[in-house]
């Protein structure tokens, strides 16, 4: 156990609005600070910090505690870390708990990956200032870009080497293990069992988190190769989540909360000029769409965002949708169009750090005048786009969650687009409407949903183990219970959100990912006439396949669709409708299929081997069981994801 004095000497120290102004940006609203709530997404803030008795209270979701508890809360750690994390703040040694060994082996885990993310960094750093490949490719690069030496340091740039294995060569003999290399993303690990640098012959940019840890790298490629990625990213581990991650949100954050304004823009040279004239409240998206999480990162120090465009009209046309997104959180949101041709790196370096500041200052535009400016050309003339522009905009109003913020856009837009107002707020009044409604019905999901885990048995939870048996037809078979029922269903992919599809797209997208097809031949021919009906409206697709010309896949559809699965047994046991679960039963079932095909795959290799094995060829022995490993490494992951898809 901790000692007790330590304990108290860091609650002594501690002062909480100094904690938690390190994450939220704080506001003081008399003797207490108030801010929209880190834990939940909110419009409005319900998120209170009290001095006076050291402690916050969200009156949002409820979250409650002290600076201790809101650590560990917001940075995922333990009692212990936390304690760790306030006592080095506050110059105060801590001396470790006991923890029981799933919490040491998790901990050492996420650990291990920081260590390994710092070592590549240290790697890729020295590899730039002190290798000649580096001086010469490298850092050549950065200074052509214009970086200075202290601007280079300050975001850790560096250089990964051509050698495909220069980086996981020198970490494994410098005692870090294959597995965590290739958990951080850092080497990639071959069929064959060879591991490869994810990185090589690029110039590297280091993300960080909010606490400055290295979570991730991006890498560019200088060769002119059209065939080879310009850029590729670490992919997702436990400590990078790109969705909720944004390039220089560390460097950042200081300035942001200060100067309580930030610049969003696309890239990362586009963050690394801006503060090299300093213009340090600037982070970037890093090229992707702009995410719900990386908009609460970004209102934890500011509600206030102006968001950075080039002059391609195609790209802003294309990106215009997240300013919807950035009005629904409730922030207050500029637009800033550069010159034709420019970008803000290359703009900031054809002019001072005054004039910078000066024209975007003075080409600050609200939303309704950008879009108007940008999707309208000559609207007055043509009577179909004008309505069009009106709809898209009344559609960004509806969404401002703050009534006399949305009042004031109707008036303006009332009188640039010379329509009646009393018409603008009837329209905009209906989309909320269908927005509240739509809402209500996702917590009614919800809750429903919530009914159903907390119901549901231990035998039925069973279902979700990883079945060791090899015969794939049953799985077959529910896969097209749920094509065939619901392949006409939107449907979203938890892991990405952001990405629209149907059932039936899905299950196409996740199967061909594997270049997996049905092994049954007649459930194969189902399947693939599936996509060749034009037609897909659920009722439709029943009729047609129950009354195929061919007497096979008409018998075998019409028992399919009779006969209850495992699965969708399970949960229209306890849900009203079956399609509420949806989200979580076609992920579980695709995952369940793939460990199906990999426990047949293993039973063939383990016939294979013992013909090898009596034969005497030990060079086929080893291939065989190389083999078997990774199948054995591919079941233990998807074990792990069939784990980690929850109701």
Known sequence: MIDRATIERILDAVKIEEVIGDFVSLRRRGA???????????KTPSFSVSPAKGIFKCFGCGKAGSAVTFVMEHEQMSYVEALKYLGNKYGIEVRDVQESEEQVQQRLFSESLAVANEYARNFYSQRLWESEDGRAIGLSYFKERGFTDETIRKFALGYAPAERRAFTERALKNGYKREHLVAAGLTVERENGEL????????IFPWRSISGKVIAFGGRTLRSDKNIAKYINSPESELFVKSKALYGIFEAKAAIARLKKCYLVEGYTDVISFNQIGIENVVASGGTSLTSGQIALIKRFSNNITVLYDGDAAGIRASVRGIDMLLEAGMEVKVVLLPDGDDPDSFSKKQTPEQVLS?????????????????????????????RLINDIVGSIAVIPDAIVRSVYVEETAAKMKISETLLHQEVAKIRQRRSEAALKERERQVRMEKFEQQLPAREAQAAELPSGSGCDEAEREILYYLIKYGHLPFNDPAVPEEESTVAGYIMEELQSD????????????????????????EKILKYFINNVD?????????????????????????????????????KLIVLYKAKIMSQAAQTLTEELAKAQESGDVQLQQKIVARLNMIMKIRKELSRIVKRITV
């Open 196 to 203: 490869a640098d994810r990185f090589y012959e690029r110039v």
């Open 551 to 587: 007497s096979e896949i008409s018998k075998a559809v019409a028992d399919i669709i009779a006969q209850p699965y495992s699965i969708a047994s399970s949960f229209s046991k306890h849900l009203s409708k079956e399609e509420d679960a949806l989200s979580v039963m076609i992920p």
């Open 359 to 387: 024209f975007l200052n003075g080409h600050e535009e609200d939303f309704i005048a950008f879009k108007y400016r940008i999707l309208a050309d000559s609207p007055e003339q043509d009577p179909m786009q004008k309505a």
């Open 515 to 538: 270049d997996l097809e049905l092994q049954n031949p007649l459930y194969k021919r189902i399947f693939q006439e599936y996509f060749t009906v034009r037609e897909h409206d659920g």
């Open 32 to 42: 207490n600070y108030v801010a929209c709530c880190p834990f939940h997404h909110e």
